[in-house]
């Protein structure tokens, strides 16, 4: 029988052994050191990113929602306010079961879509003295889907104490490129939404 020998001589295997090694840990080094953050840009949000809990995403096909939007509910009366806004019953019992003394509930709204399978995606939430700003993502649908109008959003729990004292902070939603989706100030007809 025939016994196979290596072509490679021993130091040029030992050699090979250690560019490989430097090459895995020049890899190693570009990957975890080189890697940016989505929205750590030049258009990027200053400021603290702070914890929220996304509770659901969906689409709304109910409705007529002009652009982009976002609503903000301190207490479950103000979550009825929109809650006609979103589609399916197990939606409601989301917003209705949340703890108001510890968390605010936001609805992102992307704005209306000519067909469904679009999501929205809250990826961060920065906060500074003046202003929170959420930054979200748009997922196009990957498979054909029906013509109809639909607005995607997602339902998230925020911290009360981002919006700071009396709630006097400016709200934002930026998209991870930076451009500004909206902006409003809490109380200035947040939760009633352009006909």
Known sequence: MFKRQSTIPAENSLRLILCSLTLAAIFLVISVGGKANATDGP?????ECIPF???VQGEATTG???G???LIACDASEARTFIKWLD???TVGWIEGVDYQQWLVAVVYAGPKGRSGYRVKVNEIRTTPEKVCLVVALREPTAPTSEVISNPYQILKIPRSASGPGHQKLWEVR????ELLVQKRFGSNFNVPSQ
């Open 64 to 66: 007529k929602l002009a």
């Open 43 to 47: 258009g990027s949000p200053e400021g």
């Open 68 to 70: 982009p939007m976002l």
């Open 88 to 90: 399916g019953p197990e």
């Open 175 to 178: 998209d991870t490129t930076g």
């Open 53 to 55: 809990i996304a509770l």
